[in-house]
Each structure stands twice: as C-alpha cells, then as structure tokens.
C-alpha cells in the first residue's frame, strides 16, 4: 500500500478482555516496528520484526503482550487481559532492508481500557 | 537501554526560529532523526542526519550534530503557527534496522 496502514484505529475495550492491534507495512519493507505512546509520554519501544522473525522483542512488558508477523507483511500485537494501564496509542512502523534509513510511521491505534 | 532526552516545551512567536535540543548516549549511532507528531496524527518524519555529518541543511531546517558532546539540535527559521506540534529526537543504534530511540518529545507552541 502507500503507508503504513493500522486497525482498528480507535478500540475501547472492557478490562480483562483481549484485543488484536493490526498493522500493514509498506508493501516490500521487511522491517516491522511496534512502539506505544502513552499520554505524555515518549515512544516505549515493543518490538521489532525482520521479515517474519522478532530478534528484539525486549520492549514487551508483560507476558500479556504477543506479536507476530505472517508473510513477512501483515503483523497483529495481542493484548490479553487488558488492563487500564495497557491504555495508550499503538504505532507501527516498517522499513526497507536496503539501507533506507526512514522508518515510515502508521497513525497507530487509540486503545482505551475502561 | 538508550537515553535520548529533550526538554518539554518550546514556545516561539510567530516569524522567530525555533531551536530544539536534544542529548543522546549511544556513541554507535548511525543516524539521528528528528519527527513531527501533528495532534491525532502519526509521526512525521522531518529530516536525519548520518553521523559523520556535523550539519544539514533543508529549507527551513537546520540539523547540528555535535557527537563528541552527543547534541542534536533542530533550528526551524521563520516558524509559522503551522509548525505546532511535538517534536521528536531519536537515534538509530549500531545496526541499520535496528530499533529507533526516541526522546519525549518537545512541545512546540507558536504564537501569532
């Protein structure tokens, strides 16, 4: 596609429930990434994928947290047991494997916990 | 893990530079980034700068790169009220696709 495409981009979810964050890369880019903003905070590193395999996964921050990426293309980030402190916005990122340096930025995905 | 850090907030009148700082502690970056995050909206990418660069240069803005003291700094010349936004320093570590390090980001706020 033309950029980096997220889904949904809103979810409320109950707490305790789980929830699939989407994101579709750059057609071709083989590097992933999955970063969470908090409300005034920086971007908190997740994890990040090369083609279908994750060699950082170090930013999870619970076991409740999984990714992965199918087809070196699409990749889904699940929460389960979502608690309120899982609130934040979810951006992807993707890049190229050819040196480029950009990583091209989804609009990410406003998960609420209530 | 890596520092970045940058202060919060920056406010400017319209038609005055701007000057965003930022400290960083990977001495093996690579390139350094400087993104623009409107409100609702992604992160932008502005402009970088390999690290054996000392400046660049792109219309409005100016990238310095001080790597011995490890100081990014982003100069926008003549900011308009469209320039609000959040700011965001990072760094790409040693390898190319590694994982990027942002700052917290500075809130630019311009007056008219």
């Known amino acids: 596609g033309a950029g980096v495409s997220q889904s949904p981009s809103n979810k409320v979810t109950e707490k305790g429930k789980d929830v699939e964050l989407r994101c579709d890369p750059i057609s071709g880019h083989t590097a992933l990434y999955w970063y969470r903003q908090s409300l005034g905070q920086g971007l908190e590193f997740l994890i990040y994928f090369q083609g279908n395999s994750a060699p950082d996964k170090s930013g999870l921050p619970s076991d409740r947290f999984s990714a992965e990426r199918t087809g070196g293309s699409v990749s889904t980030l699940t929460i389960q047991r979502t608690q309120q402190e899982d609130s934040a916005v979810y951006l992807c990122a993707s890049s190229s494997w050819t040196g480029q340096t950009e990583a091209f930025f989804g609009q990410g995905t406003r998960l609420t916990v209530v | 893990g890596e520092d970045v850090e940058q202060s919060l907030f920056l406010s400017v009148r319209e038609g005055d530079s701007s000057v965003i700082n930022c400290t960083y502690t990977d001495s093996s970056s690579t390139y350094l980034y400087w993104y623009k995050q409107e409100p609702g909206a992604g992160l932008q990418l502005l402009t970088y700068?390999?690290?054996?660069?000392d400046m660049k240069q792109d219309q409005r803005l100016t990238v310095l790169l001080n790597k011995k003291d490890k100081h990014l700094s982003l100069r926008i010349a003549d900011t308009q009220t469209g320039d609000s936004a959040i700011y965001f320093c990072a760094e790409r570590e040693g390898s190319t696709l590694g994982r990027l390090y942002f700052g917290r980001g500075t809130q630019l706020t311009v007056w008219p």
């Open positions: 700068i390999f690290s054996n660069m």
